[in-house]
């Protein structure tokens, strides 16, 4: 599926109603330059899962937790990792069997390591603000 965003509220929408459809142990991947809207799509998942806490992008921290929705939110950055072995490391694997959704941003980093049945989005510039989404793997 391809959608047009025009700005980053739209992106966030558009991953809100992503998120309604997911479940526990489900992954996404997002792709895209920097700046393109990967954490705001973060944002709209963890709305769409009902989670309050504010949306921050977690390229120092390597991983933020968040929860007190629907499903627990394990939002990963790689974009400071050198490859899969650093993100084992981090214990990826015990985040991804505690029941939440994961989100890796700079996913192409570590694409070895994703599971071909992940959620895969790419965001991609189409203007200043304009982007368009391309979703695949699943079925909004």
């Known amino acids: 599926m391809i959608f047009n965003s025009?700005?980053?509220?739209?992106?966030?929408?558009?991953?809100?109603?992503?998120?309604?459809?997911?479940?526990?142990g489900d992954i996404?991947?997002?792709?895209?330059?920097?700046?393109?809207?990967?954490?705001?799509?973060?944002?709209g998942l963890a709305r769409g899962l009902g989670i309050a806490q504010r949306v921050t992008s977690p390229t120092f921290?390597?991983?933020n937790e968040y929860s007190g929705g629907?499903?627990?939110l394990?939002?990963?950055?790689?974009?400071?990792?050198?490859?899969?072995?650093?993100?084992f490391e981090l214990g990826f694997d015990d985040y991804t069997e505690r029941?939440?959704?994961?989100?890796?941003?700079?996913?192409?980093?570590v694409a070895d390591a994703m599971p071909p049945d992940a959620i895969?989005?790419?965001?991609?510039?189409?203007?200043?603000?304009?982007?368009t989404i391309e979703i695949t793997g699943s079925e909004l």
């Open 28 to 43: 996404i991947t997002l792709y895209g330059d920097l700046g393109v809207g990967k954490t705001a799509f973060c944002r």
């Open 70 to 72: 629907a499903l627990p």
């Open 99 to 109: 029941g939440g959704v994961v989100a890796v941003e700079w996913s192409e980093r």
């Open 120 to 131: 895969k989005v790419t965001i991609t510039r189409t203007g200043e603000t304009e982007r």
């Open 61 to 63: 921290t390597i991983v």
């Open 74 to 87: 394990f939002h990963f950055d790689m974009y400071r990792l050198g490859g899969s072995d650093e993100l």
């Open 6 to 24: 025009y700005n980053e509220k739209e992106t966030e929408n558009i991953a809100e109603k992503l998120a309604v459809t997911l479940k526990s």
